[in-house]
């Protein structure tokens, strides 16, 4: 059974860091590509990052380039999100999600119907 579980999320002050991580089980993590997308109240879902199986090539969605940085341990079967400078528009629930065993095209990286399981999310809120 595959599971995934994000931790990580909270209450932070515009400006601040905040770090996720999401630990898979279930399946040979490193024949994955990975990705996490975001939900912000009465909005849809957002594509925010991904990251190829060896972790040598990232894609990141417009809105967090520069600011939050993917990455994986594939001894340790997880995924992170490094988020800097966070905006009360980073505001949501962020998911992560197994991507795709090939690397596929660039047009499907931010697809959410591209990518198989998902976590339960983790709610992190930015607010002064």
């Known amino acids: 059974q595959v599971q995934l579980v994000e931790s990580g999320g909270g209450l932070v002050q515009p400006g601040a860091s905040l770090r996720l991580s999401c630990a898979l089980s279930g399946l040979a993590f490193s024949a994955y590509t990975m990705g996490w997308f975001r939900r912000a109240p009465g909005k849809e879902r957002e594509f925010v990052a991904r990251?190829?199986?060896?972790?040598?090539?990232?894609y990141y969605g417009d809105s967090v380039k520069g600011r939050f940085t993917i990455s994986r341990n594939n001894a340790k079967n997880t995924v992170s999100l490094q988020m800097n400078m966070l905006q009360p528009a980073d505001t949501a629930v962020y998911y992560c999600?197994?991507?795709?065993?090939?690397?596929?095209?660039?047009?499907?990286?931010?697809?959410?119907?591209?990518?198989?399981?998902w976590g339960q999310g983790t709610q992190v809120t930015v607010s002064s």
């Open positions: 999600a197994v991507g795709s065993t090939l690397e596929g095209k660039m047009a499907t990286w931010s697809n959410p119907n591209f990518y198989g399981s």
């Open positions: 990251i190829s199986r060896d972790g040598a090539n990232t």
